[in-house]
Structures are given as structure tokens and as C-alpha cells.
């Protein structure tokens, strides 16, 4: 049995052969994949069938399409049909793995499982619709503790993807990923509750390819209110329930980011005000507190 299920949510049949080829390519075939088909109304079987041979696949259709109302659902049921893998990638349709992706993974495997960390990462560059190359190369330190990197993906700008991540099954289990609106930050929440804050490993010695393409919700220009809005969803549910496990030094920053995304519009209920007060009170003192009224009050005379 490997240690490793490389589960694919499928719905885009786009780019899922380029997908399927990229497992194929691996230099260590290791793994078992999952594809769950979420209702899609392009049917893959004849496509699966053709890499039947070269890779070991289970493949269940679902009836009902869960992704139009909550994507992580559809994520959640996929991982279900896993046997007694202890390690989980979620392998986007219409992402690829670079050739050394799973065989650097059982390398590092030893030093991960005696740090006891739950999550790891792998070095990331996006491709287009075409395929081509739109990014540099994104590395990361090799051990990272979950306040760094999240200061780092939010406050300084960094990127992350689902499918750069594998995650241990007992840490899924605990958590499972919660249900936001399009998935959106869906799967930064999941990495915080499954690393626990602690650390997460780097593998920079192997590529993953994130596909920026017309299909993506990832794509610029496309839904900016909708997904402003469900930022905002996601940093009032960290601050509600994770500040306090952050580095001190990036509790505020944290928590200015989340009121930023509140602006032009404050017309928003008083209650979400005032935890953005008390929370700039306890984290940053009195004077950041009364700038932050000011701000709130400011903003509020422009849009009237």
C-alpha cells in the first residue's frame, strides 16, 4: 500500500489530460489516485480508461454536483474514497506535477515524520492556458512556522495554491476543510488547522505548475467584489479564532489587513465594528484604537 493518495476533484476536462500525463511522468510511482467526478458534463472515462494501464486510478461519477454550492464539500467527498494512505495531495484538474514531485517526497519523508510536522509544501511556478510560463519560481524556507508564512502569503504578498500542499490523513480527519464561499481561501484555513500552528515543510527541490487560465476563480479581473467580500469572511473567522496564535509581531498587521477590506464600504453592522475596535484595543493599545474610529468615521463622511 503507498503511503501517498493524489486525489483529484474532477470537473474541467480542459486541461486534465496534461494532468493525468504529469502523474504518469513521475519518477516514482508510489501513490494511488482518486478522481471524483463532481456531475460534470464532460465525461472523462474514456480518458481515465486510456491511463488505466500506466497509473493506479479509482474513479467514482457523483450524481450530484456539490462544487456549485461548496467546492470544499466536493473536496471532502473525494478524500473519502481513499483507502489507508497516510499522506493526501487534492491535485487540481487542471494542474501538473513536475516529474520529481512524489519521488522527493518519500526523500524528505524520514525527516518529516521525525519532526512530526503535518503539513508540507513544494515549490511552486504558474503556467497559462497554453501552458507556458508566466512566473518565476516561488521557494520557500525548508521549515516555516504557520505565523511566518501566513505573514507571508497575506502581509508581504506571497501566493499559495491547494495543490502544492500534501497533508497527513490524521490531521485531515481533525479538521476537514470548511465550506467558503467559491472555496475562496478555503484552503489557507485548512493549512492553518492542520499544521496547528506549528511547522510546515518546504520541498524546493521539485515543481508543481499552478495553471492561471479563463477558467479559473484564481483569474484577474474576474468577481473582485464577490471575492473582496469572502476575504473578508475568511480573516473575521481567523481572527475570531486564531489571532491569538500568532507571533505578536503579526497579530496587528493581521488584523489591519482584515479591516482594509472592510473600506469604501462601512455600512456594515455595528457588531463587526466593534470587534475590529477591541481587537485593535488588545493587540495594538488605545492610540491605534482611536486611529482606527477615526478611520471608521472618515470613511464614512466620504460615502455618505
Same mark, same amino acid.
Given at each position: 500500500?503507498p &503511503?501517498?493518495?493524489? *486525489?483529484? @476533484?474532477?470537473?474541467?476536462?480542459?486541461?486534465?489530460?496534461?494532468? +493525468?500525463?504529469? +502523474?504518469?511522468?513521475?519518477?516514482?510511482?508510489?501513490?494511488?489516485?482518486?478522481?471524483?467526478?463532481?456531475?460534470?458534463?464532460?465525461?472523462?472515462?474514456?480518458?481515465?480508461?486510456?491511463?488505466?494501464?500506466?497509473?493506479?486510478?479509482?474513479?467514482?461519477?457523483?450524481?450530484?454536483?456539490?462544487?456549485?454550492n461548496? +467546492? @470544499?464539500?466536493?473536496?471532502?467527498?473525494?478524500?473519502?474514497?481513499?483507502n489507508?494512505?497516510?499522506?493526501?495531495?487534492?491535485?487540481?484538474?487542471?494542474?501538473?506535477?513536475?516529474?520529481? *514531485?512524489?519521488?522527493e517526497?518519500?526523500?524528505? &519523508?524520514?525527516?518529516?515524520?521525525?519532526?512530526?510536522?503535518?503539513?508540507?509544501?513544494?515549490?511552486?511556478?504558474?503556467?497559462?492556458?497554453?501552458?507556458?510560463?508566466?512566473?518565476?519560481?516561488?521557494?520557500? @524556507?525548508? &521549515?516555516?512556522?504557520?505565523?511566518?508564512?501566513f505573514?507571508?502569503r497575506?502581509?508581504?504578498?506571497?501566493?499559495?495554491? &491547494?495543490?502544492?500542499?500534501?497533508?497527513?490523513?490524521k $490531521?485531515?480527519?481533525?479538521?476537514?476543510?470548511?465550506?467558503?464561499?467559491? $472555496?475562496?481561501?478555503?484552503?489557507? =484555513?485548512?493549512?492553518?488547522?492542520?499544521?496547528?500552528?506549528g511547522? *510546515?515543510?518546504?520541498?524546493?527541490t521539485a515543481?508543481?505548475?499552478?495553471? +492561471?487560465?479563463e477558467?479559473?476563480?484564481? !483569474?484577474?479581473? =474576474?468577481? /473582485?467584489?464577490?471575492? !473582496?467580500? =469572502? $476575504? /473578508? *469572511?475568511?480573516?473575521?473567522?481567523? /481572527?475570531?479564532?486564531?489571532?491569538h496564535?500568532?507571533?505578536p509581531?503579526?497579530?496587528?498587521?493581521?488584523?489591519r489587513? $482584515?479591516?482594509?477590506?472592510?473600506? @469604501?464600504?462601512?455600512?456594515?453592522?455595528?457588531?463587526?465594528?466593534?470587534?475590529?475596535? /477591541?481587537?485593535?484595543? !488588545?493587540y495594538?493599545?488605545?492610540?491605534?484604537?482611536?486611529k482606527?474610529?477615526?478611520?471608521?468615521?472618515?470613511?464614512?463622511?466620504?460615502?455618505?
Open positions: 500500500m &503511503l501517498l493518495a493524489i *486525489v483529484i @476533484p474532477y470537473y474541467k476536462i480542459d486541461f486534465f489530460e496534461e494532468c +493525468l500525463e504529469s +502523474l504518469v511522468n513521475q519518477t516514482n510511482k508510489w501513490f494511488k489516485v482518486y478522481i471524483g467526478n463532481d456531475n460534470s458534463p464532460s465525461d472523462p472515462t474514456s480518458m481515465i480508461t486510456k491511463y488505466q494501464n500506466k497509473l493506479n486510478i479509482t474513479y467514482k461519477f457523483f450524481p450530484s454536483n456539490w462544487g456549485k461548496s +467546492l @470544499p464539500e466536493h473536496w471532502n467527498r473525494t478524500i473519502n474514497l481513499i489507508d494512505e497516510k499522506w493526501i495531495m487534492v491535485l487540481c484538474d487542471d494542474d501538473m506535477l513536475g516529474p520529481k *514531485v512524489v519521488e517526497f518519500y526523500r524528505k &519523508l524520514r525527516e518529516v515524520e521525525i519532526a512530526e510536522i503535518n503539513l508540507i509544501r513544494f515549490a511552486t511556478q504558474e503556467i497559462n492556458g497554453t501552458g507556458e510560463i508566466i512566473s518565476n519560481i516561488q521557494k520557500h @524556507p525548508k &521549515l516555516q512556522c504557520y505565523s511566518d508564512l505573514y507571508s497575506f502581509i508581504r504578498g506571497g501566493r499559495s495554491s &491547494l495543490s502544492e500542499h500534501i497533508f497527513r490523513k $490531521a485531515y480527519d481533525k479538521y476537514k476543510f470548511k465550506n467558503f464561499p467559491l $472555496a475562496w481561501h478555503a484552503d489557507d =484555513y485548512a493549512w492553518l488547522e492542520f499544521s496547528d500552528f511547522f *510546515v515543510y518546504s520541498i524546493n515543481l508543481v505548475y499552478f495553471r +492561471l487560465s477558467f479559473n476563480i484564481s !483569474r484577474p479581473n =474576474y468577481l /473582485l467584489d464577490e471575492k !473582496r467580500e =469572502y $476575504a /473578508l *469572511v475568511f480573516f473575521k473567522k481567523v /481572527l475570531m479564532n486564531h489571532i496564535k500568532f507571533k509581531e503579526h497579530q496587528y498587521p493581521i488584523i489587513y $482584515a479591516e482594509m477590506l472592510n473600506y @469604501p464600504n462601512v455600512k456594515r453592522p455595528i457588531k463587526l465594528w466593534s470587534d475590529f475596535f /477591541l481587537l485593535t484595543l !488588545r495594538a493599545g488605545i492610540w491605534e484604537a482611536l482606527f474610529s477615526r478611520r471608521v468615521y472618515l470613511n464614512s463622511k466620504v460615502n455618505d
